[in-house]
């Protein structure tokens, strides 16, 4: 008996830091502030750490199963589930120390990620066929006790691995609070070319390009490229930092987003609507038009292709998939700015 309530503890409190590890993964991929971000990148990198503290308690669960010693279909799906989980927390490990690298054509955030979102799934199901009910017992004092024990483990375990990066210098000891490294800062064509999930760089005519402007459903601008570049004399320092795992601070220039729309603006218009030649496209709050950069340079430097050119959105404080890049048009819009789902979908 001492045993089962023993073993049920451990897959509720692994239940419970999966959820932690995953929901904090996710919102930090949207959030950009540094505050925030610290806070959810240091609770996502403790919640995942507390998954190895409660490694060899749960070894024990699964040892003394009958799925395990029969070696059904059972034990099988909870070995993947194992499996994906130290992929995951493996390849966040070498994310944070080793910098921003490619291994075999993938870089451990990507593989960090991959393996988090099928772990999901098949925790899902483990839960559907092994369902633990809530008891009063979860928020006794003795487990609480626990809970805070094991916290502090994790908080422990966090620090020791930020000690190891900044003992050794590696490159973990200079990342952003959002956990991105720093790759080719006031050097463009230092800068990775990366794009959202299924986006692909578009072939691209530059001298049939057109940038629109529309309001209330009517075309109130048009600019091409020359027409853009004449207009381009507004200045930002802003960090572009990527989900992917790394950040450049750059100097771009470009047009302040408020110069292109009209004056006058329809008294419910409430966002703003970048769309890419690409079809892909995210909506921002209208009052933040004046602090958006449609960008055609970068230190100084024409953008090239592969970093949104002609024209890419700078949205300051936001995470990389805010950037719009190869802009075809804005659209002022009615609809508030978060009526849209919080990552892209294109």
Known sequence: MVRRRAGRRTNVALLVLLVLAFATGWVAFGTGATMPERIVTVLHGASGLALVLLIPWKSLIVRRSRAFRSASWRAADGVTL??????ALLAGVVHVLGGFRTYVGLTPMQVHVGAAVLAVLFAAAHVIRHPQRPRRSDLSRRTLLRAFALGGGAAAAYLAVEGVARGLSLPGKDRRPTGSHEVGSNRPQAMPVTQWALDAVPELDRATWRLRVEVAGRQ???????????????????????TGGWYA?????????????????PPDARSIVAVSVTGYARRLPLRDSGQLLVATHVADRPLSIGHGAPARLVAQGRRGFWWVKWLDRVVVDTQPWWWQPPFPLQ
């Open 220 to 242: 109130v601008v048009e600019l091409d490229r020359d027409m853009l570049l004449a207009m381009a004399t507004d200045e930002m320092e802003a960090v572009l930092d990527c």
């Open 249 to 265: 601070d750059q100097h771009w220039r470009g047009v302040r987003l408020d110069r292109l729309l009209p004056v006058s603006l």
């Open 82 to 87: 194992g499996i994906l989980i130290a992929v």
